[in-house]
């Protein structure tokens, strides 16, 4: 016997007795009875159900959200209406639940899952409905990538206006390694700036200096003594004979004699150093630029490794 049931109650008989000779009676405790499975249906599609006993009365919470057709007493169709949940209940005639099941209904989900699997198949996701508009993920995935990548497909799939709830971890936890250095610094830092001066008149024998911390140049006459000495009248246009010069054999020139400077220059220093004759006067000068920056040492330098969020 084929019938359509969209909402009915359980009726239970009471017998009424005679009130003289009755003695009262204690009424029996109430039993509450809970749906002892989870179905889980698309909007539009149905699922056949077996019953584990004869049934003679269903009852289902919201026929709004879902639909009961009794197929035969031991078989009924749950079809989904809309997004929700709802609860049914299967009773046999002495009025013992023998089926009970919450029944979630949401928008395709069942094409959801095979959507996922077939552009996702290395990642093991369930989808779940919360409602009219919300669809829940959870299960794990290969990389954080591929958790973003569900979402997009199932906002592209069902609507953009679909609320995505992800619940998607890893299956390897991701290492972080850090490189930790405890070092002890000396904080310092010196810039110097100097100018220093000297100058020498040949004529009197005067020498005059100025500098700043360190002697910088040495003015004095060339020294020929190790030179040897040779006619160089051809050199200046004169008969021969008449002029014999120091000859540098390294150069090839005759050396006529004149002023020597030798400059000195500090390590880790920057100078600008020039020389040359001024109003009859040997002059040397030097501009000096230096800067010296504090040191760093490191005490130790421990290697962390720890899993994503979590604690090293």
């Known amino acids: 016997m084929k019938r359509r049931l969209t909402a009915k109650l359980l009726l239970a008989s009471i017998a009424f007795a005679p009130l003289s000779g009755v003695p009262a009676t204690t009424a029996n405790a109430q039993n509450t009875v809970r749906p002892s499975q989870d ?26 959200i879902a639909d009961v057709q009794v197929k035969s007493t031991r ?34 989900i069942g094409s959801i899952d095979q959507m996922l699997t077939l552009a996702m198949p290395e990642a093991k996701i369930s989808v ?37 709830i992800s619940r998607l971890r890893m299956n390897t936890p991701l290492q972080v390694n850090l490189q930790v ?21 040949q004529t009197s024998g005067f020498l005059f200096g100025v500098s700043r911390g360190r002697d910088f140049v040495n003015i004095g006459n060339i020294d020929t003594s190790s ?23 390294a150069t090839g020139q005759f050396v006529v004699g004149g002023t020597q400077y ?23 000068g030097a501009f000096d630029l230096a800067e010296r920056i504090g040191l760093v040492t490191t005490l130790s330098q421990p290697n962390l490794t720890a899993l994503s969020g979590e604690t090293a």
């Open 128 to 164: 779940a409905t919360m409602g009219s508009n919300t669809v829940l993920l959870t299960g794990t995935v290969a990389a954080p990538e591929d958790a973003a990548e569900a979402e997009r497909l199932v906002k592209a799939f069902v609507g953009e206006d679909t609320n995505v």
């Open 39 to 64: 179905i889980v249906l698309s909007i539009g599609r149905g699922e056949l159900v077996n019953v584990p006993g004869t049934m003679t009365d269903v009852f289902i919470a919201n026929e709004e």
């Open 181 to 201: 250095r405890f070092a002890e610094v000396s904080r310092s830092l010196v810039r110097e700036i100097g100018g220093n001066l000297a100058s020498r008149d």
């Open 75 to 108: 078989q009924l169709y749950l079809m989904g209406k809309a997004g929700g949940e709802t609860t049914v209940y299967a009773s046999n005639a002495a009025g013992d639940i023998i089926w009970s099941a919450n029944v979630r209904v949401g928008s395709n």
């Open 227 to 249: 030179l040897p000495v040779l006619d160089a009248s051809a050199s200046l246009g004169l008969p021969a004979g008449s002029v014999s010069l120091p000859f540098n054999p």
């Open 262 to 284: 030798d400059f000195t220059q500090n390590a880790g220093q920057t100078a600008i150093q020039a020389a040359g004759k001024l109003f009859g006067l040997d002059v040397a």
